[in-house]
């Protein structure tokens, strides 16, 4: 070899180790926040602020391939391939199973890396393709008017912390130094409708309400170390939310210590100059989103940060940090490893829709199904000589899948499922009756005879996602996907009042919906209500087993049902005054935490720890509970206080549930701690405080008022201890 080769390929090694020395990105060795700062450093402005949008192009000269933030999994992965769709969100707060909730993000987020890695394999990367899911919704449930209220797991701060960490830790993953996915925790914060103004609506809440229900959700995900959050399309107190001060900088990253990204709505920092008009224009609102912490832009505002920087409005300094705490998600979901290095790089295809799935899927239906009425009629044979099904949510997809939903070729309806139930002996027959929310033009009525000649007539009626969603979902909808008319569409009741006129035979109404409707007339004229909400791929069969009898009812309603929103506050005001089961007096339709079974439980009185207690100290309180019927059921056990000041504190305050199985005369020790940190209430201060006095504490199957009890739920234990 010559001396010039050999001097050529010396220098040529050089370059190649000179190369890898200087990709530090690249080397998983390294540590994280010295590989993020490494790409930051190698990218220019252009490339940083197209980087902070959610449709991040590629950059070839540094192997960065193309990129989308938005991808969704509200209860399953949505608007990419097959996956399972599990029932909707509300539904997992109706089941009040915690437990059972991680359980199925973790199925999500197996399905979202399986899906990720089959379609990185043909190079595919195309939005809702990715591992950055903008799930979970934790806003509070405050009104029913609310549209999207369903992808909420209802209007309890407490048990939407408990399933929204539970969601978050399972789509996550628990290795410590990768993401199996990224969660994120919206919309944040005080963002509950109208869906028609939320582009220009200020929702102003007071200290105590912001402290005492809007924002524990957020703080219990935060702790969960969730990677994301989302802040809101409106304004909170006067500040827009992707540039407030208070919630971004005062609360979220000083007050809370939050690590993660933040995320704008898409189209919400548009909205600071076109909806809001705090700032005059885009380079404004960019760089006011950005100061505010606002990493990741959804929408197409962030090249005018190019402009904000010529005009001294931001420095890329800043630009610098944001887009590192962004960029740490990436290399968190190991995007910039070599391929197969990771701990999810190898998740097989074969648990898109597994059987596995299909079960836990079914599983979630069968424990969210709620029995709000029921004469003797359920659970019922399956054997009888006739069934009759009609309604216009019978035979539909639209029924099981609420918004923001995924595909599936197995779909299975209340129809399907029903028809599976039955005995080949017996017949069933089926028409749909009506439309979903409109006269029929056609006056001809062949179904209601059919329904007389029948044994049982299941009318399946409700609402679906046509009815009641997101302003641009909601296609059937006058507002917006909001539903400003608390009445079930006016044809249901007149349909299911000429089913029953001169009918001796028995009627079953099969609820769809994700939000509270006024069902009373359904009440009055079935012999049998079931709210099933939206639920999912396996719905159809869940409705069957419940009303057959395979399983007992053990679902619980996540959101209090009022007789009329003339029961309520304006849509509007987001004062707590009258809203929700917590500072609600008026009498309900049906109350949070009820629901019914085909069995009957028992509570013991109430043991506690002590009578009376100083401060720091914790109160354990016991009950023991027995099935006191003749089937085996679940039974969700319910612990609410009642603080000192209540009517200024709210009436009643779950703090502690578990769900618990117990065959015929079976009984079982229940037991709650009870911490100060669980006891502590907010002042109107927004100051978290402990005060002396009594505490009533309450243990039952429902929430403990008179209504339950009407309803057919027991009596709640009660006992009473003291703070000094």
């Avoid at 000179?18 to 490339?47: F, G, M």
């Avoid at 898409?266 to 380079?283: L, R």
């Avoid at 054997?383 to 009759?388: F, G, I, N, R, V």
Wanted: glycine content about 8%.
């Amino acid at each position: 070899m010559n001396k010039f080769k050999l001097l050529f390929l010396l220098i040529f090694a050089c370059i190649i180790n000179v190369a890898h020395a200087q990709n530090i990105y690249s080397d998983p060795s390294k540590p994280i926040d010295q590989r993020v700062n490494d790409l930051v450093s190698k990218l220019t402005l252009d490339e940083k602020v197209h980087q902070m949008m959610n449709s991040s192009p590629a950059i070839p000269r540094l192997n960065i391939p193309v990129y989308d933030w938005w991808n969704e999994a509200l209860h399953g992965v949505a608007r990419s391939g097959v996956a399972t769709v599990f029932p909707q969100a509300i539904a997992f707060g109706a089941t009040f199973d915690d437990q059972l909730i991680h359980k199925v993000s973790t199925a999500i987020s197996d399905e979202a890396r399986a899906m990720y890695n089959a379609a990185a394999a043909d190079d595919y990367h195309q939005r809702f393709g990715g591992l950055t899911f903008w799930t979970p919704n934790i806003n509070i449930f405050r009104d029913p008017r609310w549209g999207r209220g369903q992808e909420t797991y209802g209007e309890d701060p407490f048990l939407t912390s408990k399933i929204g960490v539970a969601f978050v830790t399972g789509m996550q993953g628990d290795d410590p130094d990768h993401l199996k996915v990224a969660a994120c925790a919206k919309h944040f914060a005080v963002h509950s409708g109208p869906e028609r103004l939320r582009h220009t609506f200020n929702a102003m809440a007071s200290p105590k309400d912001l402290f005492e229900t809007y924002l524990p959700a957020f703080k219990a995900l935060v702790d969960a170390h969730v990677e994301a959050v989302m802040c809101a399309y409106n304004r909170t107190n006067n500040e827009p939310c992707c540039g407030s001060n208070l919630l971004l900088d005062d609360i979220l990253r000083n007050d809370w210590h939050f690590k993660g990204h933040v995320v704008s709505d898409c189209g919400a920092i548009a909205d600071f100059y076109m909806g809001h008009k705090v700032v005059p224009g885009q380079a404004e609102a960019v760089a006011l989103s950005v100061k505010h912490g606002v990493d990741l832009n959804c929408g197409d505002e962030y090249p005018a940060l190019l402009d904000a920087v010529k005009r001294g409005l931001i420095t890329e300094k800043e630009i610098d940090a944001a887009l590192a705490t962004l960029l740490k998600t990436r290399f968190k979901l190991g995007m910039f490893d070599p391929k197969g290095s990771g701990p999810y790089d190898n998740i097989p295809q074969d648990v898109i829709n597994s059987p596995e799935h299909r079960q836990l899927a079914k599983q979630v239906a069968l424990e969210s199904i709620v029995l709000v009425k029921n004469n003797g009629v359920l659970p019922l044979r399956n054997d009888l000589p006739k069934y009759y099904i009609t309604g216009p949510t019978a035979d539909g997809v639209n029924a099981l899948i609420g918004n923001y939903y995924g595909v599936n070729p197995q779909m299975t309806t209340i129809l399907e499922g029903l028809a599976s139930g039955i005995s080949h002996a017996s017949q069933m027959q089926y028409k749909p009756g009506i439309l979903l929310d409109r006269t029929n033009a056609n006056p001809i009525d062949w179904t209601t005879g059919d329904a007389k000649a029948s044994n049982v007539t299941f009318v399946a009626m409700g609402i679906t996602g046509l009815l009641e969603g997101e302003e641009g979902e909601a296609i059937a909808s006058p507002d917006f996907g909001d539903r400003l008319d608390y009445n079930l569409p006016q044809n249901q009741i007149d349909f299911l009042k000429k089913l029953r006129a001169g009918n001796k035979n028995k009627i079953v109404a099969i609820v769809t919906g994700g939000s509270p409707m006024n069902l009373a007339e359904v009440q009055e004229l079935a012999d049998a209500v079931l709210l099933v909400w939206y639920p999912g791929e396996e719905g159809g069969h869940a409705i069957s087993d419940i009303i057959f009898g395979k399983a007992s009812p053990s679902g619980r309603i996540p959101v209090t049902f009022p007789k009329s929103l003339d029961q309520l506050p304006a849509y509007t005001d987001y004062g707590m005054k009258g809203r929700t089961y917590r500072y609600m007096t008026a009498e309900p339709l049906y109350p949070f935490g009820f629901g019914l079974s085909y069995t009957t439980f028992s509570y013991s009185p109430i043991k506690l720890s002590a009578a009376q207690v100083a401060k720091d100290t914790p109160v354990t309180a016991e009950v023991t509970v027995t099935n006191s019927g003749t089937i085996a059921s679940d039974e969700v056990v319910q612990l609410y206080i009642t603080a000192p000041k209540a009517g200024e504190n709210p009436l009643f305050s779950l703090k502690g549930f578990k769900r618990i199985t117990l065959a015929p005369g079976e009984s079982r020790v229940v037991t709650f701690l009870l911490t100060p940190e669980v006891l502590n209430t907010i002042n109107e201060k927004g100051e978290t405080v402990l005060l002396s006095g009594d505490y009533h504490v309450y243990i039952g199957g429902s929430l403990p008022t008179k209504r339950s009890e009407d309803l057919g739920m027991p009596k709640c234990a009660e006992a009473v201890f003291r703070i000094k």
